[in-house]
C-alpha cells in the first residue's frame, strides 16, 4: 500500500534562516505531488505541484520554492524565512487514472513557527 | 480561477442532530468532488468522493454527499451526529488544468458537536 512520510513535524525557526521540508511518496510510481498550506479559516491554498522529476507549477507567488530531485521526493525551501511564512504545511500525492480514482492522500503536515 | 465555497464557517450542533454543510464549486467542465475530513490533531482523511454515476454518494461513518450538476453543488449530509463528528470538513474539487491534476480545496467548515 501507499504511504507518505512528512517531516519534521514541528519546527521552530528564527527570521532569515533556510528551511527544508521533506515528502517522500513509497508504494507508487510517478505520482503527483503537492505542497499545500494550510491556515485558520482559509482551508488549503496550494504552493506548488509536480507532475515529475524537475516540474514543478507555482501557484502562488512567495518566499517559498519546491523541488523534485528524485520520482518520489518533494521538497519545500526558502532560503530566508520571513514571519508570515508560519503555518501548517501539507504535502500531497495523487495519482491520475488508476485504480487509486485519481485521489489526494495527505501526509500528516509540519508545523513551521518562524520567531 | 476555478473556486469551491463553503457555506458556513462553523457550525455548532448537538448530539442526535442532522448535519447538512454545503459546498459549491465554479468549473464548468467535468470534476471529481470530495469530502476531507480533519480531526482535532489528525491529518486530513478522505470521507467520500464522487467521479460519475449514482449523483447520491456514501461515504464512512455514515456520510453522504449528492452532486447537483445544475447548481454546481457537492452538499455533505448526516442524518444523526455525534460527539466524535466534532472536526474540520473540506470539500474539493479535481480536474485537469493545462499542467496537470490540480485539487482545489473550499475553506473549511468547523463542525463542533456538543454531547
Known amino acids: 500500500s501507499q504511504t507518505i512520510h512528512q517531516w519534521p513535524a514541528t519546527l521552530v525557526q528564527p527570521v532569515g534562516s533556510p528551511l527544508s521540508l521533506e515528502c517522500t511518496v513509497e508504494g507508487t510510481s510517478n505520482p503527483n505531488l503537492y505542497w499545500y498550506r494550510q491556515a485558520a479559516g482559509r482551508g488549503l491554498q496550494l504552493l506548488f505541484y509536480s507532475v515529475g522529476i524537475g516540474q514543478i507549477s507555482s501557484e502562488v507567488p512567495q518566499n517559498l520554492s519546491a523541488s523534485r530531485p528524485q520520482d518520489r521526493q518533494f521538497i519545500l525551501s526558502s532560503k530566508k524565512l520571513l514571519l508570515s511564512d508560519s503555518g501548517f504545511y501539507l504535502c500531497?500525492?495523487?495519482?491520475?487514472?488508476?485504480?487509486?480514482?485519481?485521489?489526494?492522500?495527505f501526509g500528516e503536515g509540519s508545523w513551521l513557527t518562524v520567531v | 480561477a476555478q473556486s469551491v465555497s463553503q457555506h458556513n464557517h462553523h457550525v455548532i450542533l448537538s448530539e442526535a442532530a442532522s448535519l447538512e454543510l454545503g459546498c459549491n464549486y465554479s468549473?464548468?467542465?467535468?470534476?471529481?468532488l470530495f469530502w476531507y475530513v480533519q480531526y482535532p490533531g489528525q491529518h486530513l482523511q478522505l470521507l467520500l468522493k464522487?467521479?460519475?454515476?449514482?449523483?447520491l454518494v456514501k461515504g464512512i461513518k455514515g456520510f453522504e454527499a449528492e452532486f447537483i450538476k445544475s447548481k454546481f453543488s457537492f452538499n455533505l449530509r448526516k442524518p444523526s451526529v455525534q460527539w466524535s463528528d466534532t472536526a474540520e470538513y473540506f470539500c474539493?474539487?479535481?480536474?485537469?488544468?493545462?499542467?496537470?491534476?490540480?485539487?482545489?480545496f473550499g475553506p473549511g467548515t468547523r463542525l463542533s458537536v456538543l454531547p
Open positions: 464522487y467521479f460519475s454515476g449514482d449523483p
Open positions: 468549473y464548468g467542465g467535468t470534476v471529481n
Open positions: 474539493a474539487v479535481s480536474l485537469r488544468d493545462n499542467y496537470g491534476q490540480n485539487f482545489v
Open positions: 500531497a500525492w495523487s495519482v491520475w487514472g488508476t485504480a487509486e480514482g485519481n485521489t489526494i492522500y
